[in-house]
């Protein structure tokens, strides 16, 4: 055990996302989401054995015994860290995930500050999306204690496992942990309805009866904050009312479109200008308009509806935040220089299109003090091409050269 405390310890200065351990094979850890190799660091079939069972009460050995393995948190010289053991062709092996040290906030995640918006609702459904290891959890624990610290509530959360443990501050808050607290998601959503909640937190909504119940709850009146694996808003909402039975999907759109209140995919992208991982999001709040493409399985045209009204009360999807990541000022000449022959002096100047260049066109373009004296040069510079005016239309064009009345 002591061997793993301290590799604990030095992963937690080294900022290892995550470590992976395995009988026979080099220590394999994720430093900004990159896989890397340490082959100073070994563990034998028996090592590991032996670490399971100082890891692991009776429960949590019966369940490994049972499932073949088993998920659990705990805290290692101050450091909080979510462990999962499972069984593999080397024999057991474990996959560790270091979590913060202390509660992050929405403003220590990079996160937007309109995600603050949601803590402020009285009820309805707050879905939280993402792949794995995109910070989900991390994410609804930023909101979690910025409701601690900012109002007065009633907080209950069903977690597997619980990873971040709270303090009641402003709030009352209350954790309770899959199979140590609960037998199943089904049977904590039935209690938790008992137990005077204001806002509830589901840590991930998998099976379609604990879906049902999460909608039910937010439909008599609490708020509940939840997560699911997902790539985008739209995927997120479709899996939702797809794990449904066809029979009863029309009723769980309708139920979606009167509870669903924001929905914020999340995917973490390493950042080579800051050294870390930034979140990208899209955050999708509802309003008649989303509801009606929910009410009529219309998910494909979520996208485009963020896209349009992004600046008025959703953020853009994230494809669209990777394909232009960074601000474009207008003060700045958006052509490479190297379009442009004579530097900054003159603007880049566009070829005339083949379909309007005249076969004989030799004349040369006049000097520019002929410019500046003749007052013909108010007129638009004679190039190889045809001269449109602004009132003009494609079908002038085709008239003119019908009767050869178009000139140059």
């Not at 439909?219 to 985008?232: K, P, Q, T, Y």
């Amino acid at each position: 055990m002591e061997k793993f405390t301290n590799l604990i310890d030095v992963a937690v200065r080294s900022q290892f996302s995550d470590i992976h351990i395995a009988s026979g094979h080099p220590l394999v850890f994720r430093q900004n989401g990159k896989i890397q190799f340490d082959n100073r660091l070994t563990w034998t079939a028996r090592e590991v054995d032996h670490l399971v069972e100082k890891m692991l009460n009776d429960y949590r050995l019966a369940v490994l015994r049972v499932r073949h393995s088993v998920d659990f948190a705990l805290s290692v010289k101050n450091h909080r860290i979510r462990v999962n053991v499972f069984n593999t062709s080397r024999g057991l092996s474990l996959a560790v995930r270091l979590l913060s040290g202390k509660i992050p906030g929405i403003d220590d995640l990079n996160l937007h500050p309109s995600i603050k918006d949601f803590t402020q609702l009285k009820s309805g459904l707050i879905l939280i999306c993402g792949p794995t290891g995109s910070g989900k959890t991390t994410s609804i624990a930023g909101l979690v204690k910025h409701i601690n610290q900012t109002m007065t509530a009633h907080v209950i959360t069903l977690e597997d496992p619980i990873e971040y443990r709270f303090r009641s501050d402003q709030s009352f808050v209350e954790q309770r942990e899959l199979g140590a607290h609960f037998p199943s998601y089904e049977r904590g959503l039935l209690d938790v309805l008992r137990e005077d909640p204001d806002i509830i937190v589901v840590g991930e909504l998998r099976e379609t009866e604990a879906m049902r119940l999460t909608l039910d709850a937010a439909e008599s009146g609490h708020l509940i904050i939840a997560s699911m694996h997902a790539a985008d808003v739209s995927e997120c909402l479709y899996r939702f009312c797809n794990s449904f039975p066809l029979e009863v999907q029309s009723l769980t759109r309708f139920q979606l479109s009167t509870t669903l209140k924001a929905v914020m995919a999340q995917h973490l992208q390493y950042s080579p200008k800051h050294g870390f991982r930034i979140p990208l999001l899209s955050i999708l709040r509802t309003n008649s308009a989303v509801a009606g493409l929910i009410r009529d399985n219309k998910f494909f045209q979520l996208e485009t509806v963020m896209q349009m009204n992004f600046s008025a009360w959703s953020l853009a999807p994230v494809s669209a935040s990777e394909d232009a990541p960074y601000y474009e000022s207008p003060l700045v000449n958006p052509e490479p220089l190297a379009l442009c022959p004579d530097g900054l002096t003159k603007p880049v100047q566009r070829p005339p299109s083949p379909a309007r260049k005249r076969p004989d066109a030799s004349s040369a373009a006049p000097s520019d003090k002929q410019k500046e004296s003749d007052p013909k040069t108010l007129e638009p510079e004679k190039k190889g091409y045809y001269y449109i005016e602004d009132s003009g239309s494609l079908q002038d064009v085709i008239d003119g050269l019908k009767n050869g009345n178009l000139t140059d």
